[in-house]
């Protein structure tokens, strides 16, 4: 079957129209993105009229797109800016009366346990036990098991869009400023670590989402030209090489470096800093970069929900 995945990130909204079923990997049959910046229309804990606004046309378009592109139904879902918000419920309420498209709200631990999903069958069971990290727009999200429901998953609120307004507003902060991100981003994380850690070692820890693979393209991994199958890690040691480097970094210069989004520059820094608290704080010596992340657990799941259905 053909599917409309409607993702409403704190940093873009995208539309993914895949072909889709059980028992084969979701093959993308186009793509409809816009940088709706969620994160940043947050004022006073609410989205504000121009974000709502922003989203609502653009769910409004991607309906159109997928109608277009002969999809049978479209599966929305929104992340950390809208989940957060106080106004959440009025916002949905108002792109669902003008568009006809309800969107559902993911909590922090399903986005957890969705992407576990997805890295869960790119690698397989090969990989034995897995630990996942997703950094997005509001959020980090750890995941880790051996099966393909995961025996932990949580949410930190340590998105790459979240902490870039709050901490770089204006400009790239001083070193002292830096200090204090850095902490509070290492505390954050190392208050619940001891559920993934509790484990033992994974026998494979791997990344998704924009910022990882930003990091890593930095750090020399090949170009996403290169095509989803090809093996792209990102180190530690490399990390830490390039953390002073972005700092000390003009944002002209920053937007010329590969696999950096010019919409995105602002969020490398701390994106960065919390790429490298997850691996120092975790023991991980490199992070092995996966193209499946949460549009993929999505439609797997909604897959697995259908075959049973028709099993019955």
């Known amino acids: 079957m053909r599917l409309g995945v409607l993702d409403i990130g704190s940093n873009t909204g995208h ?13 993308p049959a186009y793509s409809h993105k816009e940088p709706l ?12 009229r121009s974000g709502i606004k922003a989203l609502t046309k653009f769910v409004a378009d991607a309906v159109v797109v997928a109608e277009d592109k002969g999809a049978q139904d479209m599966l929305g879902f929104a992340t950390s800016a809208v989940r957060d918000a ?18 559902a709200v ?15 069958r790119w690698f397989g069971w090969s990989a034995g036990r897995l630990a996942v990290f997703d950094i997005g727009g509001g959020s980090l999200e750890i995941a880790g098991g051996s099966d393909e429901e995961p025996d932990v998953a949580w949410s930190i609120p340590l998105g790459a869009a979240r902490l870039a307004r709050e901490y770089f507003r204006d400009g790239m902060p001083g ?8 902490k509070k981003i290492r505390a954050d994380i190392a208050e619940d670590a001891g559920h993934l850690l509790r484990g033992g070692p994974p026998d494979m820890a791997a990344a998704t989402s924009k910022t990882f693979r930003s990091l890593a393209r930095i750090c020399g991994a090949a170009p996403s030209t290169d095509g989803p199958l090809v093996d792209r890690v990102v180190a530690l040691a490399d990390l830490q090489h390039w953390i002073p480097r972005l700092i000390d970094t003009d ?18 820094v701390p994106g ?28 797997l799941e909604r897959l697995d929900q259908l075959s049973d259905k028709d099993a019955r």
Do not use: Y
């Open 175 to 182: 070193e002292k400023a830096i200090r204090t991100l850095r």
């Open 86 to 103: 106080r106004n959440c419920d009025a916002v949905l309420d108002h792109v669902a009366d003008e568009t006809g498209v309800r969107i």
């Open 272 to 299: 960065a800093l919390v790429a490298e608290a997850v691996m120092d704080i975790f023991g991980l010596e490199e992070l092995q970069i996966c193209p499946w992340a949460l549009r993929e657990g999505v439609i």
């Open 251 to 268: 944002p002209a210069d920053l937007a010329e470096l590969p696999g950096v989004s010019p919409s995105r520059i602002h969020q490398i």
């Open 106 to 120: 993911l909590p922090g631990d399903d986005e957890a346990r969705l992407t576990f999903l997805a890295v869960r």
């Open 15 to 27: 539309l993914l129209v895949v072909d889709a079923h059980r028992g084969a990997a979701p093959l």
């Open 37 to 48: 910046r969620l994160a940043e229309h947050l004022e006073e804990g609410e989205i504000t």
